[in-house]
């Protein structure tokens, strides 16, 4: 393929694009695929010789389309949606046909300056105090393990990077039962070590970290002769929508110097309403926070907002500068590499741009009001049914239910879940509370209807009746 054939296959695949999500709505939600049959379909070896791209593109839509889960899908109620809104789309397009290396302010200095402006466009919005400033991680995962290594590398005097791990104090790092595995991978990396990540019990009906129990934690390692290093808090957690007491358990982390990391990678977006940030009272005492545009904001992935209150921790961290890296002559610039672990980096603020424009905050806000009400609506139809039970209270969009039929509840209620996901209008995921396995439901999607949402009401309890 040449630049010569680029207008018109970039026309049609727009084309495509638009029709795709026009139609999304009438395709299963999840593949309904075997293990297997897309690698089977797929030749074993690679051509020899250039094939007509017609046949490639047909290739895609008999191959490779029908082994999509469909996350634009407005009726994605699993995970967390992550959204596409045509403008990000558009910026992504931009930001592709460039193809910049935006490492250094130099090797791309447009990229690097949106970001400064971008990130300080959602510090406004999330109503975070001008101290904090922000870089762009491609996922709140590699946000939480830059923030572990600053966690380590500051209880270690910043000698850990040069000395390692090995012969030093044991460091310990406290979060509740509640955080997003991405806390034990970065605990993992950084080679702090899972035994060293402490699990604090919950309390209270958003099932958050018990301050009480936290300060005890850590009374308990100081007298052991280790070395509190730093907290990990959760607000909008995965399972549940699980939330610590931001406000006490930072005052608790500051009584005894340790680094804190809020981790609000769905529910942060929330945060610009500003009838939300009451659930994160106190955040802006934190270190580190992170969250993802592209779970609820309409911005696709990979974009997550990692703001910090103290760079220079961040970069002392992870800042390394051989010569070939180093821009002479000019002074004050912010080379985003240094804030991040990978030294390559997209140009994902374009997108940010992009949305923030085309939509702006109220509209935004509007989305994600109308996520929340329809969401509670549907928790308050399935409340009322006799034969369902609501396991943890709405926290934003997100609640959790279960099936109350015969037998083996658990059981009941894995099979109710497949049955649903195989049936394709809907898509849901389970997950555990209290050692129960229970559905969760969580609206989100940028283009989701309420006629959307109450069709989950129908097909729930359609489907389980049917199979009781």
């Not at 049959?37 to 593109?57: I, K, R, T």
């Not at 990978?342 to 741009?353: E, Q």
């Amino acid at each position: 393929m040449k630049w010569d054939d680029f207008p018109e296959w970039g026309a049609r695949v727009s084309e495509w694009a638009a029709d795709y999500h026009r139609t999304v709505g009438e395709r299963p939600v999840r593949a309904q695929v075997a293990p297997g049959e897309v690698l089977n379909a797929l030749p074993g070896a690679p051509p020899e010789m250039a094939e007509p791209l017609e046949q490639v593109f047909q290739d895609f839509e008999q191959i490779v389309m029908p082994g999509i889960t469909h996350w634009q899908h407005p009726r994605f109620f699993a995970y967390f949606a992550s959204n596409a809104a045509p403008a990000s789309v558009l910026a992504e397009f931009l930001a592709s046909a460039l193809a910049p290396q935006c490492m250094l302010w130099q090797t791309s200095p447009a990229a690097t300056e949106m970001e400064t402006r971008m990130m300080d466009w959602l510090r406004q919005a999330l109503g975070l105090p001008e101290p904090f400033q922000g870089v762009i991680q491609d996922s709140a995962s590699s946000a939480t393990l830059a923030a572990v290594l600053t966690v380590r590398e500051r209880a270690l005097d910043w000698a850990g990077n040069a000395r390692g791990l090995a012969g030093g104090p044991q460091l310990r790092v406290y979060s509740s039962t509640e955080v997003h595995t991405s806390i034990d991978r970065a605990i993992w990396i950084s080679g702090i070590g899972a035994e060293n990540l402490v699990r604090v019990p919950i309390a209270g009906d958003w099932r958050g970290m018990d301050p009480e129990a936290l300060e005890r934690a850590i009374k308990a390692d100081l007298d052991a002769g280790l070395v509190p290093a730093g907290v990990i808090l959760c607000v909008g957690g995965t399972g549940t929508g699980a939330t610590d007491p931001v406000a006490a358990c930072l005052a608790v982390a500051r009584k005894y110097g340790l680094y804190t990391h809020v981790d609000a990678a769905w529910s942060g977006s929330a945060m610009i309403c500003p009838e939300y940030r009451h659930m994160w009272e106190g955040v802006e005492a934190a270190d580190s926070i992170v969250f993802n545009p592209h779970k609820w904001l309409g911005v696709q992935f990979d974009c997550s907002a990692h703001f910090l209150r103290d760079p220079d921790s961040l970069v002392k961290t992870l800042a390394i500068s051989p010569e070939y890296l180093k821009t002479h002559g000019a002074d004050g610039i912010i080379n985003y590499s240094e804030w991040s672990v990978p030294l390559g980096r997209r140009f994902r603020a374009l997108k940010l741009w992009f949305v923030l424009r085309a939509y702006g905050l109220e509209a935004l806000r509007q989305r994600l009001r109308n996520h929340i009400d329809w969401s509670r609506e549907l928790h308050d139809r399935l409340a009322a049914e006799p034969d369902f039970e609501i396991v943890t209270a709405p926290m934003w969009s997100l609640f959790t239910f279960r099936y109350t039929g015969r037998g083996d509840l658990d059981a009941v209620n894995l099979a109710l879940v497949n049955a649903i996901n195989d049936d394709g209008r809907i898509y849901l995921t389970q997950t555990r509370v209290d050692g129960d396995l229970v559905i969760r439901f969580q609206a989100g999607q940028f283009d989701a209807t309420r006629e959307d949402v109450m069709m989950a009401y129908d097909v729930i309890t359609e489907i389980a009746r049917a199979t009781q």
